[in-house]
């Protein structure tokens, strides 16, 4: 019964987010934390998530969760970048013109991007060498070109960088979880740190669990890995919280 | 040869979708039904073809260190290539419009079947992806930054297809309830990358001229590789 409530609950805000969506200008004043802020910043990291919910986000997330140093740094600069391009568009919402606004949002986000791939280049230089392209790639992120286009473009800064963070924490989320199980099943570590025992050249030297002749799975290494860990945290997330499950 | 080789070698083993996920947020979503996947697959091809060497021109042209020089020798020393997101991106966006503008007039019926993915390709990673990964592997020219750009437009192609014809099918089996859509959708293009990888195995012409070409997911994997093998000489020498 509660569950039930809790459903139509928020049937019922999704209501009124689209109502303030089309009558941005008519909103009324709120305070810094609200309610309807607060859900802002915590719905898209389970009920509304980037990655498993709105299919957005996907490419860069795949491909750069081999280790959990390089997904936690894409995290942070996924976050600066979202909620700094989502303050900026939302600032200059009634100056695009309809017709440009996507390239006036990419470039927007570019300039935001080439901030972050050079403070990296300058301050995480191994990082940003195993990241590669896919920095650059930021740019294209569905995530941010989705949440400008539906929310910035509509609403007020604040909101807008509360909804920037949320879902870009969303989205570091679930990297952080692929990350987390892929490094420690595919190396044995987390963070570079020998968690599970130290693995030497025979089962003599070595320590921990690799005494016990547990081996490293190298296929967890592997890009298709990363696939197969999604979907399994997409069945778990949906199991738990069934109001996400598709039709088809 | 050599663009032969290349043309397999962006088709197959690099391919966009499987061995690097570019591309996926549209291939997740637009891939329920074969007829619009072949929609934006051809939309892809076409939007690559006509972006990679442009980018590669643009590149060379002006945004390397000392691509200035052909304005005279006091500018050699230049280097833009910080530049290249947002010129790329550019280009792409600008491009795609144009594209859009030019079909719509000349080929309303093509304009009609691509003309809602269009607009949606100038953010499709795959697009970015191919200038940027153009950029690393120093072509030699414009041919070949072309045949690139097909090569990977192809295999994207591909790839959405056959996941659409999968979907199609998978709608009639008895899949549990929280996987379905999304998750299996995923694990099936985890498996289907499986199959993929291996095209890895097979040694083509340019392969050994290209080595040093290495991408992120090789490093990667080869990083993790070294430091078990750092970590083992450390323990013998213990």
């Known amino acids: 019964m509660s569950e039930q409530k809790k459903d139509i609950k928020t049937k019922e805000e999704k209501k009124k987010e689209e109502m303030i969506f089309f009558l941005s200008k008519s909103e009324e004043k709120e305070a810094f934390l609200s309610k309807a802020n607060r859900k802002l910043l915590t719905d898209p990291l389970d009920d509304n998530n980037p990655i498993t919910v709105q299919v957005l986000g996907i490419c860069s997330a795949l491909a750069i969760t081999v280790q959990l140093k390089p997904a936690i740094v894409m995290t942070v600069a996924v976050i600066f970048v979202m909620a700094m391009g989502n303050v900026v568009i939302s600032l200059l919402r009634n100056l695009i013109p309809n017709r440009i606004r996507i390239i006036v949002q990419l470039v927007v986000v570019a300039s935001l991007v080439i901030v972050v791939d050079q403070v990296l280049k300058a301050f995480l230089y191994d990082v940003s060498k195993q990241l590669s392209i896919f920095i650059g790639l930021i740019i294209t992120n569905c995530i941010i070109m989705g949440r400008l286009e539906a929310f910035a473009l509509g609403n007020k800064p604040w909101k807008s960088f509360l909804d920037g963070v949320g879902n870009a924490a969303g989205y570091g989320v679930i990297l952080i979880i692929v990350a987390f199980f892929r490094e420690l099943l595919g190396s044995g570590k987390l963070l570079g740190f020998e968690v599970l025992g130290h693995k030497g050249l025979t089962l003599a030297d070595s320590t921990g669990l690799y005494a016990l002749g547990y081996e490293n799975n190298g296929f967890f290494l592997l890009s298709p890995m990363a696939l197969i860990v999604v979907g399994l945290v997409i069945w778990y997330q949906r199991s738990r919280n069934r109001k996400l499950i598709e039709e088809n | ?238």
């Open chain 2, 1 to 238: 040869m050599d663009l032969v080789n290349l043309f397999v070698k962006s088709i197959f083993i690099e391919n966009m979708i499987f061995a690097y996920f570019l591309g996926m947020c549209s291939y997740l979503a637009v891939s329920k039904t074969v007829k619009t996947a072949v929609g934006l697959g051809a939309a892809v091809i076409f939007v690559l073809v006509i972006t990679v060497p442009i980018n590669y021109l643009i590149d060379n042209y002006l945004l390397q260190e000392g691509a200035l020089s052909w304005l005279g020798a006091e500018y050699a020393s230049i280097d833009l290539s910080f530049l290249s997101y947002i010129m790329f991106i550019a280009v792409i966006a600008s491009m795609v419009q144009l594209v859009e503008m030019v079909v719509e007039k000349f080929s309303p019926a093509l304009y009609g079947s691509l003309g809602i993915f269009l607009p949606l390709i100038a953010v499709n990673c795959s697009i970015l992806g191919g200038s940027l990964f153009m950029q690393q592997k120093d072509f030699s020219g414009i041919t070949e930054a072309g045949v690139y750009g097909l090569g990977s437009g192809v295999g994207w192609f591909l790839a959405i297809l056959a996941i659409a014809a999968i979907r199609e099918k998978i709608a009639y089996s008895n899949v549990p309830a929280p996987l379905k859509g999304l998750g299996i959708t995923f694990i099936i293009t985890g498996l289907m990358a499986i199959g993929f990888m291996s095209f890895m195995g097979i040694k083509l012409g340019g392969d050994e001229q290209k080595e040093e070409n290495t991408t992120a997911l090789n490093i990667q994997t080869e990083d993790a590789e070294n430091d078990e093998k750092t970590a083992q000489i450390s323990s013998i020498k213990n």
